[in-house]
């Protein structure tokens, strides 16, 4: 593992500080590597989606290359439509 010095802001320093005099970590070292754990999976996760976004977006530009779209008149009724297509789905069966 490599060594990196860090210098805090205040705030920040203050905020590690807090966590080691707590007992939630043995260390500062600890603190800051918890907090760039937390970093990189937030990263990897808005890779993630941003990911799954863009492949929907092909199928939909695919889907507009082969003539398979809707045309709506009416945003507003064509939203309220899918709400209740959506809220019929989840309604209880025994009801």
């Known amino acids: 593992m490599s060594a990196h010095a ?27 590597l918890a907090g760039v754990r937390r970093f990189k999976a937030q990263a990897e996760d808005e890779a993630w989606r941003r990911e799954r976004f ?7 530009l695919d ?15 064509f939203l309220d439509e899918i709400e209740a297509e959506v809220e019929a789905g989840f309604a209880d069966p025994v009801a």
């Open 54 to 60: 863009f492949e929907a977006v092909r199928v939909g």
């Open 6 to 32: 860090v210098q805090l802001p205040a705030d920040l320093d203050a905020f590690v500080r807090a966590q080691v005099e707590a007992g939630a970590y043995a260390s500062a070292d600890e603190v800051i």
């Open 63 to 77: 889907q507009i290359e082969r003539g398979e779209v809707v045309e709506v008149a009416d945003i507003r009724a």
